[in-house]
């Protein structure tokens, strides 16, 4: 280990022992789905990269993939991913010069588009179905299905009780 590596490592060490140790039941809840989403995201990334694909990208077309009972415009796309109108536009040109989404004109209204996924992204969703499901069992590795059911459960109500923010 060269003397920068060692630096390094004794600042961090010096860090940690100012901190009190890790209790995480006074942890607040808002931190801890945080790091639970970035752990996800940063593993996610890491494999979709393999088919140059980001989980930006992903979620739009799993979004796509779910809606699929109805077109999908580029304004619900952007309020489902919560994300800003010029951002889902820029997503959604990168996906399509990826060629795994295609809009096509919406027959009501001449300013608006719907999406449709294309046979290279339902493929795609295809080949990484695999490898979301082994995360899902990851993620609840341990725990009894009235637990996973619950769990479920109590993420839903978190989620219904965020909802005006």
Known sequence: MDNSANEKSSKEASLRAKWPKRDPSK???????????EKIIKHLNEQLSKDDITFSQMS????????????????????ALQIKHPTAVGLINRLEDKQMVRRYQNPDDNRSSF?????????????????????????????????IFKLREYLDRVYENMKDY
């Open 27 to 37: 942890e607040p809840l808002g931190h801890k789905f945080k790091h639970i989403q």
């Open 60 to 79: 739009a077309l799993l979004y796509l993939y779910f809606n699929n009972q109805h077109p999908v415009s580029m304004k619900e796309l952007s309020f």
């Open 115 to 147: 999406l449709e996924l294309t046979d290279k992204s339902r493929e795609l969703l295809a080949r990484n179905k695999e490898y979301h499901d082994h995360m899902d069992e990851d993620l609840i590795k341990g725990f009894s299905k009235e637990e």
